[in-house]
């Protein structure tokens, strides 16, 4: 139980009715988690008005509510906060609820299009392996030291982020790296907390169905690095324009990474295989299990991040070249025949485009690609036809399927797709709206050394199809039919 008042430092008040002496019992922004002597959130979503629940979160026990107008109806026992912005008055609220846990170990956001589930991921399994109890907060699961709690987004609500930094601290974690998302930034979850550092990957076409322009989603993105303390460093990939961008006017230290021009972490691509990388890191040569250029981009900026953090160079260098990728990052297995089937997360044109050219630097001559791809419902669906348009040109066959269509027609997303096929394609393109059919025919077309791409859902373990999730396995499914072969 805590205080109202305490709770409440740091959040512009604009008129209280009520005592602020209330003992507290825990924070919600949803009634349906309301019961007694809950602080109950009104926060204006994307889909749904907060305000709309009041009544209901006062009749489940809510004693105080924060909102950004008063309802009609105000009862005698309840405390009205009314503020201008509910969203990052929670935030804050929830930094205080459980003591500011962020400022007592050191934590690190990645944001970016891509690249921040391999960062926040390897920095985590680096950290460990050097001895550290550490945390995670990522797309694929959070971790707590060995516990994993699952991941429904890229970044919790702030209440879930504050609750499981509270978890880190009380078992000991020195550190906890997270996935900032530009939804998360742009929604105040992330505000209130004490970040040690920032990493910036890249800037690609991504969520323009939520910020409309490029711009937009840009700014978001340069809010996280305008907000870090100067006490923290900001780490950008200097070979993405919008890197310089990121840290204009940013008070925390800026360092650079890059694979083609000078840096403060400078790399170069020595070899690139299937089994891996060979890189030049700042003058020492290293091998690391990742695969493709865009993740010796990756390295660097784990590489990097842990030299700021405080790691030795020969530390770093000794356990990252024993760590294996995240889950759905570029996953690969050889058949009996010598098929590769590869699972990649990639959902964006630059995301899609990195991993095919990455394929192409590897494959010879007489080793076809195979892609198989869709596009995800109720998301952007201007990238839709710049990613057929991409599969189609960079691979031998393309399959166009179903990803998540969630409350779309499949069909219609398909149909958006193709239009992005150049008319000296269609020959090579095909489309199958069903996955495990779009899958099963791939593996079929493949001959000896071919390699197939599966694309868009990397680790996900189903496929979301008006609102439901039937249990898919991208990687299950490819890998099994390789083997069956």
């Known amino acids: 139980m805590k205080r109202l008042g305490d709770i409440l430092v740091g959040c512009k008040i604009i008129e209280t009715i009520g005592s602020l002496e209330l003992l507290v019992s825990k924070l919600v922004f949803d009634s349906r ?19 709309q629940y009041i009544q209901k979160a006062v009749e489940l026990g809510a004693t105080a509510i924060v909102c950004e107008s008063l309802p009609s109806l105000l009862h005698p026992v309840v405390t009205y906060i009314v503020v201008s912005d509910s ?3 929670l935030s804050k609220a929830a930094s205080s609820f459980y003591d500011h846990p962020s400022a007592k170990l050191k934590l690190v956001g990645v944001t970016g299009t891509n690249g921040k589930t391999t960062i926040a991921t390897l920095l985590f399994r680096l950290f460990i392996a050097a001895g550290f109890h550490c945390g995670l907060l990522s797309t694929i699961e959070n971790k707590i030291g060995n516990r994993t709690i699952a991941s429904t987004h890229t ?42 550092g920032g990493i910036f990957t890249n800037l690609t076409h991504d969520h323009l169905d939520y ?18 303390p100067s006490t923290a460093f900001a780490l ?100 009996g025949d010598g098929i590769v089937g590869i699972v990649d997360y990639a959902h964006t044109p630059d995301a899609l485009e990195n991993v095919l050219k990455t394929i192409q630097e590897i494959r010879t001559p007489d080793e076809q690609i195979i892609t198989v791809a869709g596009a995800g419902g109720d998301r952007d669906s201007k990238k839709r036809p710049e990613m057929a348009r991409i599969a189609a040109t960079l691979s031998d066959r393309f399959i ?83 083997k069956s072969r």
């Not at 809950?38 to 008005?49: H, R, S």
């Not at 499981?164 to 505000?191: K, P, W």
């Not at 700042?282 to 990756?298: C, M, P, Q, W, Y």
């Open 33 to 51: 988690h309301a019961d007694r002597d809950c602080m109950f959130f009104a926060v204006k979503g994307t889909v749904a008005d907060g305000h």
């Open 211 to 228: 910020h409309k322009t490029f711009a937009a989603y840009r700014d978001v993105k340069k809010r996280f690095f305008d907000e870090l």
């Open 236 to 335: 950008i990939n200097a070979d993405d324009r919008n890197g310089s961008v990121m840290v204009q006017n940013c008070n925390a230290t800026v360092s650079e990474y890059s694979l083609s021009g000078d840096a403060d972490f400078k790399g170069k691509v020595i070899e690139n295989r299937f089994e891996g990388l060979v890189l030049n890191i700042n003058g020492k040569e290293v091998f690391t299990r990742l695969i493709g250029r865009f993740n010796a981009s990756n390295f660097l900026a784990i590489y990097g991040a842990a030299s700021l953090l405080g790691l030795s160079v020969d530390e770093i260098l000794k356990e990252l070249s024993l760590l294996k990728s995240a889950e759905g990052r570029f996953e690969f297995v050889r058949s």
């Open 87 to 89: 969203a990052q008055c």
């Open 155 to 196: 970044t919790p609500d702030a209440i879930a982020i504050n609750s499981m930094l509270n978890d880190m601290v009380g078992e000991g974690c020195a550190y906890a790296f997270m996935e900032v998302s530009s939804h998360a930034i742009d929604q105040n979850r992330t505000t209130g907390l004490s970040f040690s």
């Open 400 to 482: 166009i399927t179903s990803d998540n269509p969630r409350t779309e027609d499949p069909m219609q997303i398909i149909r958006d797709m193709q239009q992005g096929v150049p008319v000296n394609l269609y020959n090579k393109t095909l489309t199958i709206a069903d996955r495990h059919e779009a899958i099963r025919t791939a593996v079929a077309f493949a001959k000896a050394g071919d390699i197939i791409l599966v694309a868009g859902k990397g680790h996900e373990k189903y496929q979301e199809i008006n609102g439901v999730k039937y249990p898919f396995d991208d990687k299950k499914e490819l890998f099994e039919l390789l």
